[in-house]
Every structure is written in C-alpha cells, then in structure tokens.
C-alpha cells in the first residue's frame, strides 16, 4: 500500500512508522489514523518483523495532537464515534498488540499525540520533548484512552493535575513521572529505541507476546491477570520456543528463537 501520511522502513527485525505531516506538526487527522491502522495490522501480521518504532517527522513534534479543523463542527453521536473508531482501531490495536511498539518521542506529545504514546509499550522521548493533555482548554476531555492510560503509568493524581490543568510537562518531568522509560539527546533518540527493539527481537516471540497479555490483563478491571499469567505460563511450556531456550541453557549457548 501507498501511504500519503506515513513512512514505512524496516531494518531487521524492526519495522519504522513515520507520521509523515511535518508542516502540520504531525497531527492526526482521519487519513493519518487509518493509515497506521493499516500499516501497525501489516507489521504485526508480517512475521519478519519483531518490533515496531512509532516517531513523527522532523524534529519539532511526534504528534502535537489531533487535526481539530475535522472534528470542530461535530455533534455527541459523532464525537462519540470519533473516540470509538481511534480507540478501537488505532489505540487499542497498539495498546494490545503482541509485538512491542516503541513511541520516539521527538518534540511535542500532546493530545491525542501523547495518547498515541501512551498506548505504545515503552516511550522513549529527547530531552527537549513536552507533553500534555490540553483537551480541557477546547471544552474536551481526552478521547482516545488518555484519562485511563495516563493514570495508569503516574497515578491518580497527577494524571488529573495534568488533565485538568492542560499544562505540558518536560522530558525529565515525564522521566520522573514515569510516563517515559528514557530521556536521550536527541542524536540518540532512533538508535535507542531501536536498541530495545533488537534486544527484545533476541528473545522468544511466544513469551513476549504472552507477557504483554498478562500485563495487560492486570491493568483490565474485567481480566484476573494473576490467572492470565498463570495459563499464559502454562502454555509456554507447549511452544517451540520453550524447548530452544532450555535445550540453550542446558548447552551453555544462545538460543535461537
């Protein structure tokens, strides 16, 4: 497929998703959303490929929120299908993908471009990178999983104190937070990421799709996680990648997933 608003680069094991929209500090706008759709199901069907890097283009911004100009003239029903369709589509696919998605964070994260983030299983981000939730500054809430995911990672509190301020916090604010793994320069930002990426490409398929549906599990009200992990370890114990990483341990050599 043609992207109009992404770029799609694979090196290795990893496959980069470049949003594409420079001049529009890379905000989502409904072209953009069904193209990582489409381009996330590709990835995450294409067996080659161990792990995805989300980052936008340029330097400025990763995603500076989403394309209000579409949306400003909108109705409750059709708001609510706004939610539901990015949800359901675009942030969920990622939040439940089973192979790890990078966020390099490069610049501003806001809005719908820090829920973006948040959705991906690690977030990388340089040390100039801001991010907020200013939806309340437009008579919104987040709508794409930001009010669930962001509590999450830093916590009742100053998830609220982000969401009802709209205030933008900094990279090492976002580190202490925990809503980031790393801070880097950003010379350093793609090859950390990618660094992850190709460590966990290392390691059994099988197990980390398995651990990311546990750890999933346990954040879902509706899931017991502790029996989620539980069948998840038992069914280790049938798979290829079992029998490879003992037989390696008991040989003293690498295994070879």
């Known amino acids: 497929?043609?992207?109009?608003?992404?770029?799609?680069?694979?090196?290795?094991?990893?496959?980069?998703?470049?949003?594409?929209?420079?001049?529009?500090?890379?905000?989502l706008n409904k072209i953009t959303?069904?193209?990582?759709?489409?381009?996330?199901?590709?990835?995450?069907?294409?067996?080659?490929?161990?792990?995805?890097?989300l980052t936008g283009a340029g330097d400025k911004a990763f995603v500076a929120g989403a394309d209000i100009a579409e949306f400003s003239a909108f109705d409750a029903n059709q708001g609510r299908e706004l939610a539901q369709e990015g949800q359901t589509n675009v942030f969920d696919l990622?939040?439940?993908?089973?192979?790890?998605?990078?966020?390099?964070?490069?610049?501003?994260?806001?809005?719908?471009?820090?829920e973006l983030a948040l959705a991906c299983h690690i977030r990388v981000a340089t040390t100039g990178s801001k991010m907020g939730l200013p939806e309340v500054s437009l008579g919104l809430i987040p709508g794409y999983g930001g009010t669930?995911?962001?509590?999450?990672?830093?916590?009742?509190?100053?998830?609220?104190?982000?969401?009802?301020?709209?205030?933008?916090?900094?990279?090492?604010e976002a580190l202490g937070y925990g809503l980031v793994n790393h801070v880097v320069a950003p010379q350093d930002l793609l090859g950390k990421a990618?660094?992850?990426?190709?460590k966990i490409s290392t390691r059994s398929t099988n197990a980390i799709g398995a651990a990311i549906r546990?750890?999933?599990?346990?954040?879902?009200?509706?899931?017991?996680?502790?029996?989620?992990?539980?069948?998840?370890?038992?069914?280790?114990?049938g798979t290829p990648d079992f029998k490879e990483g003992i037989s390696a341990f008991l040989e003293k050599r690498k295994p070879n997933f």
């Not at 546990?214 to 114990?237: K, S, Y």
């Open 1 to 27: 497929m043609t992207y109009q608003n992404l770029l799609i680069h694979d090196e290795g094991y990893v496959r980069r998703i470049v949003i594409n929209r420079e001049s529009k500090l890379n905000a």
């Open 33 to 53: 959303l069904a193209e990582l759709h489409h381009a996330i199901t590709d990835a995450l069907a294409n067996k080659p490929i161990r792990g995805i890097l």
């Open 94 to 114: 990622i939040h439940h993908a089973n192979k790890p998605i990078i966020a390099a964070i490069n610049g501003y994260a806001l809005g719908g471009g820090l």
């Open 148 to 172: 669930q995911r962001l509590t999450q990672l830093v916590g009742r509190g100053r998830a609220l104190e982000m969401i009802l301020t709209g205030d933008m916090i900094t990279a090492n």
């Open 194 to 198: 990618e660094n992850i990426l190709t």
């Open 214 to 237: 546990a750890v999933n599990a346990g954040l879902d009200p509706t899931q017991n996680g502790f029996e989620t992990e539980i069948t998840a370890f038992a069914q280790c114990f």
